[in-house]
């Protein structure tokens, strides 16, 4: 056995209670390093749950890429473009796309006898993919995607029914402002959804693609445009290029022009806000680390000095200093391995307990979620555990060649 291993394993175990210095050294050199990766754990899942939540979130509004008329982009005007078989298998074959859907907007009012507000109507076909938005469903169901038979339902969501004092079953007239007269319809209220997030919560009313085709008067292959998804997120940039070289500046046979977008550089204050949080991220394992090191180093330095007739004995007896370094390198291993298991055993807790309990709760309106949310990555907490680990070990060799000054001559005297 290495005889290096052999004598740290020794010291490890054993419970001598003349070393009144160095338990409490131990004790607070454990403490430190599972505290520090007690945090960056439960800092890395809560960045990682937020960035991810609120990412889907937006996502979930808009698809990955959008393609459509460019002031339809940038504006509240509704602008149709072509989007008839041809186009739209034009965008499936570009690559990493794994869905395609058209939708069409309408600016309109909705009245009640007390009150009324603006909204957008924003109609989908049959291939819309409502995953995101029916798990937002506070009450009832989506209204029938088509784009062949008009509905006459719409799903609201719950900030607008609260300000109008409506409910599911409801009916209410809708109004359309258009260039010489005022068109109205009068709409039922199949469901009512929360997502959170009110730049959409506040105006996004569901209903089919047919109704706002009917109301723009468009023909029936036209729309807004189309929102593709794609089946990996970080191909986004790439897949944004392509969509851009294909289709920005295209002119349709109605004479409409396409452009393309990403999610991400359609709403960017949001984006730039979860890049944000990787600053906050950075700086609190730097912090963190920073104070495991420190605990170590001064416990390192107190074993050290309380061992320092070991060391002069050893040295007496033919060890060599990298010998007796390793040794208690091989010690401090011991301790940052203790230290990390509790830290784990800590930071996993508190993430698993927000995760199904939801405990820390948040005000919707600032944070977009009304509970913390979490993500537990394994791959990257191993890795959180590597390098601490490593950076640890490493700033240990420095104050570990203190022992190369100890005299066995002197050393055998000191206590």
């Given at each position: 056995m290495n005889l290096s291993l052999f004598i740290a394993r020794r010291l490890h175990h054993e419970e001598d209670n003349r070393r009144k210095a160095s338990r409490p050294a131990i004790r607070i050199s454990i403490a430190g390093v599972?505290?520090?990766?007690?945090?960056?754990?439960?800092?890395?899942?809560?960045?990682?749950?937020?960035?991810?939540?609120?990412?889907?979130?937006?996502?979930?509004?808009?698809?990955?890429?959008?393609?459509?008329?460019?002031?339809?982009?940038?504006?509240?005007?509704?602008?149709?473009?072509?989007?008839?078989?041809?186009?739209?298998?034009?965008?499936?074959?570009?690559?990493?796309?794994?869905?395609?859907?058209?939708?069409?907007?309408?600016?309109?009012?909705?009245?009640?006898?007390s009150d009324f507000l603006g909204v957008t109507f924003k109609g989908y076909g049959q291939e819309y993919d409502s995953t995101f938005i029916s798990s937002c469903m506070v009450e009832g169901h989506l209204p029938a995607f088509s784009d062949t038979v008009s509905s006459n339902e719409i799903a609201i969501s719950q900030n607008i029914a609260d300000k109008l004092g409506l409910k599911r079953g409801d009916r209410?007239?809708?109004?359309?402002?258009?260039?010489?007269?005022?068109?109205?319809?009068?709409?039922?209220?199949?469901?009512?959804?929360?997502?959170?997030?009110?730049?959409?919560?506040?105006?996004?009313?569901?209903?089919?693609?047919?109704?706002?085709?009917?109301?723009?008067?468009?023909?029936?292959?036209?729309?807004?445009?189309?929102?593709?998804?794609?089946?990996?997120?970080?191909?986004?940039?790439?897949?944004?290029?392509?969509?851009?070289?294909?289709?920005d500046r295209r002119i349709d046979k109605y004479d409409g022009v396409y452009a393309s977008i990403s999610t991400p550089h359609l709403y960017p204050n949001i984006f730039a806000w979860l890049d944000l949080l990787d600053i906050d991220v950075w700086i609190i394992l730097g912090l963190m680390v920073a104070v495991a090191v420190i605990t170590m180093v001064s416990g390192l330095l107190?074993?050290?000095?309380?061992?320092?007739?070991?060391?002069?004995?050893?040295?007496?007896?033919?060890?060599?200093?990298?010998?007796?370094?390793?040794?208690?390198?091989?010690?401090?291993?011991?301790?940052?391995?203790?230290?990390?298991?509790?830290?784990?055993?800590?930071?996993?807790?508190?993430?698993?307990?927000?995760?199904?309990?939801g405990v820390v709760r948040l005000d919707p309106t600032t944070y977009y979620v009304e509970k913390v949310p979490v993500e537990l990555n394994i791959p990257l907490i191993l890795l959180l555990n590597i390098g601490t680990l490593l950076i640890s070990v490493m700033m240990l060799i420095a104050p570990s060649f203190l022992i190369s000054h100890i005299q066995p001559a002197k050393s055998m005297k000191y206590e």
């Open positions: 599972a505290i520090g990766l007690a945090v960056m754990i439960v800092s890395v899942c809560v960045v990682l749950g937020f960035k991810h939540t609120i990412r889907d979130k937006v996502l979930g509004f808009g698809s990955h890429i959008i393609i459509a008329e460019p002031q339809s982009l940038y504006t509240d005007g509704s602008y149709p473009v072509c989007m008839d078989d041809s186009i739209q298998n034009e965008m499936r074959n570009l690559p990493y796309i794994a869905h395609v859907q058209r939708y069409a907007t309408k600016q309109g009012i909705l009245k009640t006898d209410v007239f809708s109004y359309f402002m258009g260039t010489d007269n005022v068109r109205t319809r009068r709409f039922t209220i199949c469901g009512i959804y929360c997502t959170n997030l009110r730049r959409f919560d506040e105006t996004i009313c569901f209903t089919d693609l047919r109704s706002i085709i009917k109301l723009n008067g468009w023909k029936d292959d036209q729309a807004n445009g189309a929102e593709l998804t794609l089946s990996d997120y970080s191909k986004i940039d790439e897949v944004e290029m392509l969509a851009s070289a294909t289709f107190i074993i050290i000095i309380e061992r320092t007739s070991m060391i002069g004995t050893l040295k007496a007896m033919g060890a060599r200093n990298s010998t007796i370094r390793h040794t208690f390198l091989w010690f401090a291993v011991f301790i940052i391995g203790k230290g990390m298991l509790i830290g784990n055993i800590l930071g996993i807790g508190v993430v698993a307990l927000q995760h199904f309990t």
